[in-house]
């Protein structure tokens, strides 16, 4: 499986950006994907997941901001990401898991700054 992530850029503190993450295969059968990010000198964490059943689940500094969804029909990840603040800059990869294995794609760069 591969994963093409795009959406990435350079914003002003409080302003919006949305990623996309969109596989080569079908997602429908992903026991879930999810968001990371590595920010320099940093280890790469997670920051959103959606389950098969589409649960999802936030680290606590991006709750009631980010809100990652999927769409199976496209086999496509979003991570819509409002109110961006410095510390939000990272590289952000998109992550699938399925039973067979776990795949990562190229990761990118969103910085938020004045």
């Known amino acids: 499986v591969q994963l093409q992530a795009s959406g990435g850029g350079l914003v002003q503190p409080g302003r919006s950006l949305r990623l996309s993450c969109a596989a080569s295969e079908s997602i429908f059968s992903a026991n879930h994907m999810a968001w990371y990010r590595q920010a320099p000198g940093e280890q790469r964490t997670l920051v959103a997941l959606i389950t098969s059943g589409g649960g999802t689940d936030y680290v606590d500094s991006v709750k009631g901001r980010f809100t990652i969804s999927r769409d199976n029909a496209k086999n496509t990840v979003y991570l819509q990401m409002n109110s961006l603040k410095p510390e939000d800059t990272a590289v952000y990869y998109c992550?699938?898991?399925?039973?067979?294995?776990?795949?990562w794609g190229q990761g990118t760069q969103v910085t938020v700054s004045s």
């Open positions: 992550n699938a898991v399925f039973v067979e294995g776990k795949y």
